[in-house]
């Protein structure tokens, strides 16, 4: 069985940092591309960062300069550091992996078939 667990999200005051993790397990072959989407309450669930297999990665206009995404080297782990947080970037941030067509944007939500069950990322003071 295919999972995703995400772990890392957490409270933390204005120009914080946090280190998210997706762990992937269950699956027979190499994800071609993983994925950080978040959502907040009445909107719709946005791409944050992703990579592909051949380490090309792709970031939303809100988080570039500021997040890294970033696998291990045996490619089962994905991650987000998250730099400079913003009180913009409380949400529920989900991992996704196995992108099911080609695509130039690896922050298309309907890429993705497999998703995580979330971490809760609150940026406050």
């Known amino acids: 069985e295919v999972q995703l667990v995400e772990s890392g999200g957490g409270l933390v005051q204005p120009g914080g940092s946090l280190r998210l993790s997706c762990t992937a397990s269950?699956?027979?072959?190499?994800?071609?591309?993983m994925g950080w989407f978040r959502q907040t309450p009445g909107k719709e669930r946005e791409g944050v960062a992703a990579?592909?297999?051949?380490?090309?990665?792709d970031y939303s206009d809100s988080v570039k300069g500021r997040f890294t995404v970033s696998q291990d080297n045996g490619k089962t782990t994905l991650y987000l550091q998250m730099n400079s947080l913003e009180p913009d970037d409380t949400a529920m941030y989900y991992c996704?992996?196995?992108?099911?067509?080609?695509?130039?944007?690896?922050?298309?939500?309907?890429?993705?078939?497999?998703w995580g069950q979330g971490t809760q990322v609150t940026v406050s003071s």
């Open positions: 996704a992996a196995v992108c099911e067509r080609p695509s130039r944007s690896l922050l298309l939500q309907d890429l993705y078939k497999f």
């Open positions: 990579i592909n297999v051949d380490g090309r990665t």
């Open positions: 269950g699956f027979t072959y190499r994800s071609n591309c």
